[in-house]
């Protein structure tokens, strides 16, 4: 999509003394992304600005103050108004840092949930900010860091969320099961919907319909979506552009680059080179 002449622009902090946490600041005045899930925990807070939030089928407003909450592999969209300058920002957590503070809570295998997507919350939003500050100033103590992140997901979970014991969840078609886990273990490679179906005996329309049922995403989408977090990983690294673009199937650089913006809001030098303390 073509950059705003007026504002497109994100920027992306990590601390290695805390694995599992980053952080987004963006600013942008039109529509940018498609919609999309993320492996992780995203907590979005808008600092300026309205938005449309795309959330399980639905679309609502969520403007300034407001607190965005999405459990990982959530299919969503967040994006303005054309023309209409916003600013948030988004820290991604790593599910194991939250499932770890829920076991604390509810005993082993609780699993946190959010009683909204959308919530009003100045304690929760002042607590974050002040972590978010903490990871951009690069002359931070890291204990102090390491207590503001403890405080904020300790005040997401206690305010926001409950914390579940674990129970029995539904499980996902058996084609939709076998289709995922083919789409994991041969990611660099061009998937076909036919050879999809085939794997469960279903055809190609049976087929579609059932995995964009269970996953909110068609399967060339969905594999879209494995190969950028497969490369956030490979960029946190350090791992060089070219390699990650080859080792995660996209047919050369520029289009790697071009698809890792649309999803990220950044380009892969951008995000490999995020800002650290």
Not at 175 to 193: D, G, K, P, Q
Request: proline share 6%; aromatic share 10%; hydrophobic share 35%.
């Amino acid at each position: 999509m073509a950059a705003s002449s007026q504002e497109k622009k994100a920027t992306f902090w990590r601390d290695p003394a805390l694995p599992g946490i980053e952080l987004r600041l963006s600013s942008y005045d039109t529509p940018t992304f498609p919609k999309h899930s993320h492996d992780c925990y995203a907590i979005g807070l808008v600092e300026r600005g309205e938005s449309t939030f795309y959330y399980r089928g639905g679309y609502h407003r969520i403007g300034a103050g407001q607190l965005a909450l999405i459990p990982p592999d959530e299919v969503h969209s967040c994006n303005p108004e054309d023309g209409r300058g916003w600013r948030y920002r988004m820290w991604y957590i790593d599910p194991q840092r939250l499932h770890e503070l829920a076991e604390v809570v509810a005993g082993s295998g609780a699993r946190p949930c959010f009683r909204s997507h959308v919530a009003d919350d100045r304690t929760v939003a002042g607590h974050l900010l002040h972590f978010g500050s903490l990871l951009q100033d690069g002359g931070s103590d890291a204990g102090e860091r390491e207590e503001a992140m403890y405080a904020s997901l300790s005040s997401l979970l206690i305010r926001l969320g409950e914390c579940r014991p674990p129970t029995g969840t539904a499980r996902q078609p058996a084609a939709v099961l076998l289709a995922e886990e083919y789409l994991r273990t041969n990611i660099e490679e061009t998937v076909s919907l036919e050879t999809l179906a085939s794997l469960s005996g279903l055809s190609p329309w049976h087929f579609l319909r059932l995995f964009k049922a269970a996953k909110g995403l068609p399967p060339h989408a969905f594999q879209t979506q494995l190969r950028i977090d497969r490369a956030k990983q490979l960029l946190r690294r350090g791992e060089e552009i070219a390699d990650v673009a080859y080792c995660t199937g996209f047919s050369d650089q520029c289009h790697f680059s071009r698809k890792f913006r649309q999803f990220t809001g950044a380009t892969p030098g951008q995000y490999r080179s995020a800002q650290g303390c």
